[in-house]
Structures are given as C-alpha cells and as structure tokens.
C-alpha cells in the first residue's frame, strides 16, 4: 500500500520558519512529482507547490512565491517544504500528494496519494 507522511508541523510565529518533510513508501517515489497543498481555517484546500519528478522543475502559488521552497531526495523518498518568513495567513494543514504525470498541474485531483497531513501554526 502506498503512505505518505508528513512531518515538521507546529507552531511558529510570524516571521519564523518551519520545514516540513514528507516520507512516500509503497511507491517508486522518483516515478512521481510531488506537491504540497494546504487547508485553512473555513477554507478549501490549495496548491502551495510542486516538484517534478527529477526535482529540477518546480511550481509555486503566487502566495508563498519567494518564501517557500519545495525541493526533494529520491534517494530518502521524502520531499520538503522550506517554509520562511511565516504569516498568520499561513496557518493550515500541509498535506503532501503524488501526481504520477508528468504535467505540472496545481488541480487536487490529478494528485493520486494523499498524506493525513500535518497542523502549521502561525501566530501574529
């Protein structure tokens, strides 16, 4: 079966960092891009960032461009999220996902394995 965890969720304040990490086991985790989606207090779950599958191509929101960092090692079948200077905005829950196509689509339902995901606090 296949599992995705994360982990590296907690409490931060505003202009902190945090870096989460997703472990894929189950799969041949270099067969899949990686994304990082999000669900806020009230609010539907979006796309934050996706990583291609070789980990050279990369895809932010608008919202987390220049703060945030996606990168990925094959070799530990976990990817990351590198996320810098922290808002209150960016209190959610970071799920990780994998998408077994190669087009880098931000759509929720393009991504076939979801992890259970993992609580980000921001406090102002």
């Known amino acids: 079966q296949v599992h995705l965890v994360e982990s590296g969720g907690g409490l931060a304040q505003a202009g902190g960092s945090l870096r989460l990490s997703c472990t894929a086991s189950?799969?041949?985790?270099?067969?899949?891009?990686m994304g990082w989606f999000r669900q806020g207090p009230g609010k539907e779950r979006e796309f934050v960032a996706r990583?291609?599958?070789?980990?050279?191509?990369?895809y932010y929101a608008d919202s987390v461009k220049g703060r945030f960092t996606i990168s990925r090692d094959n070799a530990k079948n976990t990817v990351y999220l590198q996320m810098n200077i922290l808002k209150p905005e960016d209190t959610a829950v970071y799920y990780c996902?994998?998408?077994?196509?190669?087009?880098?689509?931000?759509?929720?339902?393009?991504?076939?394995?979801w992890g259970p995901g993992t609580q980000v606090t921001v406090s102002s």
């Open positions: 996902a994998a998408d077994r196509t190669t087009i880098p689509t931000m759509t929720l339902r393009r991504y076939e394995y």
């Open positions: 189950g799969l041949t985790f270099s067969s899949y891009a």
């Open positions: 990583i291609s599958r070789s980990g050279e191509a990369t």
